[in-house]
């Protein structure tokens, strides 16, 4: 095995946790300059930043006719984010749910779920139903901070020696930071797991998927460590809606062609990201609080999942 792989891949592994402690921080100075909450912060900035692995990799997948790779990385992405990165946050800390998840941020990602499961009920993505989510996508984030704003008053209160230009140049060089992490680490995972002789179902699950969710794992994490949890847990109801709504809906208008899902690997796709978001209700719901017992519950079945599908 090549050791320059395995140095590189350990590379992206600190780089990713670096970058998400920054991420955090920047996160949490941005939220106090624009009197915007930390969840808000964590479902719109936040989540498009840790999200861009997914869409880099859907979106060139995608435009190389690649759609299976495209479908599959959002799929493998969302329950990873849900069953690992949540999971292990609150392993590690304990999360508050504040109301507003539900009200700006789950239903949304459950009707999103929903309608890519009717969507490719028919084993087909057309390019009229890409379009369709990038419209929902656009007034989502427009409806969703509006109406925060209009419901919920923050103060604008910095903290001290700080300011939204240092707070938005660690989102930047954070974000970018996160991006370069998980790239390392997918290429050269995948070159380690060919190595070994791992399968492709099993790189495509385990690496790809969970090589682009990295992200939105290291932030969470730190984001636990920190004790600021509505980050985290907006960064990933956030990173989930963007996932089937921007990058799904997106892979499919840049494919040359319709997406065609395999009779056989359907019932792991578009079925699994609606089971896991409708597992997610009752986390979030049961006393507003996802403690240790949750977060283990939900690595047990996203292990129990990758089981099966391998």
């Not at 941020?105 to 028919?122: D, H, K, P, Q, S």
Request: proline share 3%; charged share 10%; net charge positive.
């Amino acid at each position: 095995m090549n050791i320059t792989n395995i140095i590189l891949f350990l590379t992206g592994v600190g780089i990713i946790w670096f970058s998400a402690d920054r991420f955090i921080y920047g996160g949490i100075i941005v939220a106090r300059g624009l009197g915007v909450s930390n969840l808000i912060v964590g479902l719109t900035i936040g989540a498009l930043g840790t999200s861009m692995p997914e869409l880099l990799v859907s979106w060139l997948a995608a435009g190389m006719g690649n759609t299976s790779l495209a479908i599959g990385n959002v799929v493998g992405s969302n329950i990873a984010n849900i069953g690992l990165a949540l999971g292990l946050g609150a392993i590690i800390y304990p999360v508050k749910v504040e109301k507003d998840v539900l009200k700006f941020g789950y239903w949304a990602l459950l009707m999103a779920a929903l309608l890519f499961f009717v969507f490719t009920l028919n084993l087909t993505f057309s390019r009229p139903e890409g379009i369709f989510f990038l419209v929902l996508f656009a007034g989502y984030i427009f409806l969703m901070v509006i109406g925060h704003r209009r419901t919920k008053y923050i103060p604008k209160k910095l903290p001290a020696g700080k300011s939204l230009v240092s707070g938005f140049t660690w989102f930047i060089l954070s974000s970018a930071g996160l991006f370069i992490g998980a790239r390392l680490m997918v290429t050269k995972g995948i070159l380690i797991a060919e190595y070994m002789g791992v399968s492709e179902a099993v790189i495509a699950i385990a690496v790809i998927a969970i090589g682009t969710s990295l992200p939105e794992i290291a932030v969470v994490v730190a984001g636990s460590i920190k004790k600021t949890s509505q980050i985290s847990i907006g960064t990933i109801v956030g990173s989930n809606i963007i996932n089937i709504l921007l990058i799904a809906g997106g892979s499919v208008d840049i494919s040359p062609s319709p997406v065609i899902i395999n009779s056989a690997e359907n019932i792991f796709m578009a079925p699994a990201v609606l089971a896991f978001s409708l597992v997610l209700l009752p986390v979030l719901v049961i006393r507003r609080r996802i403690g240790r017992f949750k977060g283990a519950f939900l690595v047990i079945v996203y292990i129990a999942y990758i089981a099966v599908v391998i």
